[in-house]
């Protein structure tokens, strides 16, 4: 069953805390995204890879940190330096320059 | 950088009759794609549309590109109950780092049964 897994469905971060967010795919395409979403927002984007053990600051990077060891896995840490994380995350994959796939998110909030 | 901007913010039509977005960017694009969000969900791709093409179907999915005005609309014919979904248009930039789309803020259609 090909595809992207995010988890945690659902993460809560205590102040001062790091957390980490999966993302693994199997659909054997080289470039992997993360995007913010605030309630009635578009998507803004974190970070990208389009190789591994390569990837560049989105829009918002700030706060945030990734690393891409293997093709298959793109994970993304809040780190103690983003004052407002709560929001939902998605990740993405794709092969060319064109459609992107998407994971189910997670929903990242602060206790 | 917000890229490409929705119009309406929010549609609410009866199940049968047809849904119109219209989507508006403001540089030079490589392609406009349309994706549709279910609450609490990830994106799902519905349909690409390159730069030197002005319209393109898929199934009840129409949409159009008018480069000189920087504009795309999707019309959904005969909609669904289950169509209801927020979608959202996403620009491929010309000259922009490869393969990253710029999303706008959506439109959130609700079709009544």
């Known amino acids: 069953d090909g595809g992207i897994t995010q988890s945690p469905k659902y993460l809560f971060r205590k102040e001062g805390q790091n957390v980490t967010l999966s993302c693994e795919q199997n659909l054997n395409h080289d470039a992997m995204y993360w995007y913010r979403q605030d309630p009635g927002q578009g998507l803004r984007l974190i970070y990208y890879?389009?190789?591994?053990?390569?990837?560049q600051k989105g829009d918002i990077a700030e706060g945030y940190s990734v690393s891409r060891e293997k093709k298959e896995s793109f994970p993304l840490t809040v780190t103690s330096a983003q004052k407002n994380p709560t929001a939902f995350y998605l990740c993405?994959?794709?092969?060319?320059?064109?459609?992107?796939?998407f994971g189910a998110g997670t929903r990242l909030s602060v206790l | 950088s917000q890229q490409g901007e929705e119009d309406p913010q929010a549609l609410s039509i009866q199940e049968g009759e047809n849904a119109t977005m219209n989507c508006s960017y403001k540089t030079s694009i490589n392609n406009l794609q349309w994706y549709r969000q279910n609450s609490g969900r990830g994106l799902v791709h519905l349909i690409l549309?390159?730069?030197?093409?002005r319209e393109k179907h898929s199934g009840r999915l129409r949409v159009t590109l008018d480069t000189s005005k920087k504009s795309s609309s999707l019309l959904i014919t005969a909609s669904r109950a289950a169509d209801t979904a927020s979608y959202f248009c996403?620009?491929?930039?010309?000259?922009?780092?490869?393969?990253?789309?710029?999303f706008g803020k959506g439109t959130k259609l609700s079709v009544k049964p």
């Open positions: 549309i390159r730069s030197n093409e």
């Open positions: 993405a994959s794709s092969f060319g320059l064109d459609i992107q796939y």
């Open positions: 996403a620009t491929s930039i010309y000259g922009g780092s490869q393969g990253n789309l710029i």
């Open positions: 890879s389009q190789i591994v053990n390569d990837f």
